[in-house]
């Protein structure tokens, strides 16, 4: 029996990398996963994997800035398997890796959008649900929230703007039973970091596993994390392990930041 056995969880914005992964460790605890994202065919073949682990899912495509389509997706949930209890916020937007001031408002204000008032309308359209069941809420932050890196400003305005959310909303449904958390990941060791230190390391002369070993020399491990590692973290906030745990931030970046 793994520790989200006889849960429905509900992952928003699966993606390739820690998305996948998220809904795959759930399973592997028990879980039964519905997906969502606006990519119908990425939803597809995450769930057949989730279902070679032997769990249940179901495949809702939504957009989270669409009110119709968020509650499409509980009507669907609730109509499939009855409860949710845990609901995963994983949606974000790309920064725009400008400085704010040469930063377009409408970029910021499209990653707001998506990122904190789209989870916010997940949010809210679960709230009963997850009230029935005494439920748990994961939103997936960033480590961006513990530095102010050139570049870095609009999407730690976002981020920082979620888990501000994260943590009012706490207070606001913890007389419901629902518990609130975040999990801030460092970099992510996945397909779409590789890529990018390959074109790192082309720009400088240099081989990515350099690339690789100069990020990592600054967390305490000397590596950087991986999805699964990741999801494991969203895995314990979800499950009755952390029942008297709301309104916290767990970081897993390997001990690049501290706080």
Known sequence: MGILSDKVVVVSG???GLGRSICLRSAAAGATVVLAARTESRLVDIAAEVQAIGEKTLVVPTDITDDAAVDDLVA????????VDVVVNNAFALPSMRPLARTDFDQIATSIDLTVLGTLRVIKAFTDALSERRGAIVNINSMVIRHSEPRYGSYKL??????AMSQSLATELGDKGIRVNSVAPGYIWDDQLKWYFAEVAKKYGITPEQVYEQTASKSDLNRLPEPDEI???VVFLASSMA????GHTLDVNCGEYHD
């Open 76 to 83: 669907r949930t609730i109509e499939e398997f009855g409860q």
């Open 14 to 16: 699966v993606g390739p």
């Open 231 to 233: 999801a494991d973290a």
């Open 243 to 246: 029942s008297a745990i709301t």
């Open 158 to 163: 976002t981020k920082s703007a979620l888990l």
